[in-house]
T-cell receptor
Framework: AQSVAQPEDQVNVAEGNPLTVKCTYS??????LFWYVQYPNRGLQFLLK??????LVKGSYGFEAEFNKSQTSFHLKKPSALVSDSALYFC???????????????FGKGTKLSVIP | DAGVIQSPRHEVTEMGQEVTLRCKPI?????LFWYRQTMMRGLELLIY????????DSGMPEDRFSAKMPNASFSTLKIQPSEPRDSAVYFC??????????????FGPGTRLTVT
């Protein structure tokens, strides 16, 4: 069974500083990895994904993430944090396609990012 | 497209009452997912459908929960009878089908359910 770990419940960063939200995963075979963001009282919004190819993927709002197969990690990064980036961030994984049943996404517990002005 | 539509956005009900949550997926999406989010348990997948057929309902907590998808544009999640521990935010999400396996899921705004 697949799993996702987000080791930090909360990350605090000063506005303008770089930010990193950590994610490690466990899955059979090649992973498909996703990052979502949730603002208060809203649904989850897709940020970026890694399917194959370049290990550094770029997404919405200036976010990027680096896939590291040896460390089974997919950390979310942004060079310069904004106050408006404050939200709950979820990492998710599913295995390479192996039939209709493999569409299930497994989410981490989420990391609350607070960007301090 | 309007995105995934859920109704109601908020529901307050008394213990023992029946609750029905509704979802309209994005047109053309073959997969529909129901999730529950709580502080204690995070985001849990309850059930998902492919072409209106339930594929995996192993996340449905107990027999009080049931879900249907009578057509490609509508799904319901029903709780009968409801209990206070069912209080949570329930999300519906949809995704393109086989040809779009690499696609992300698109989430609705959620229904906040409070059972008193």
């Amino acid at each position: 069974a697949q799993s996702v770990a987000q080791p930090e419940d909360q990350v605090n960063v000063a506005e303008g500083n770089p930010l990193t939200v950590k994610c490690t995963y466990s899955v059979s075979g090649n992973p498909y990895l996703f990052w979502y963001v949730q603002y208060p009282n809203r649904g989850l919004q897709f940020l970026l994904k890694y399917i194959t190819g370049d290990n550094l993927v770029k997404g919405s709002y200036g976010f990027e993430a680096e896939f590291n197969k040896s460390q089974t990690s997919f950390h979310l990064k942004k060079p310069s944090a904004l106050v408006s980036d404050s939200a709950l961030y979820f990492c998710a994984v599913r295995p390479e396609y192996s039939g209709a049943g493999s569409y299930q996404l497994t989410f981490g517990k989420g990391t609350k990012l607070s960007v301090i002005p | 497209d309007a995105g995934v539509i859920q109704s109601p956005r908020h529901e307050v009900t008394e213990m023992g009452q029946e609750v029905t949550l509704r979802c309209k997926p994005i047109s053309g999406h073959d997969y529909l997912f129901w999730y529950r989010q709580t502080m204690m348990r995070g985001l849990e997948l309850l059930i998902y459908f492919n072409n209106n057929v339930p594929i995996d309902d192993s996340g449905m907590p107990e027999d009080r929960f049931s879900a249907k998808m009578p057509n490609a544009s509508f799904s319901t999640l029903k709780i009968q009878p409801s209990e206070p521990r069912d209080s949570a935010v329930y999300f519906c999400a949809s995704s393109p089908g086989l040809a779009g396996y690499s696609y992300e899921q698109y989430f609705g705004p959620g229904t906040r359910l409070t059972v008193t």
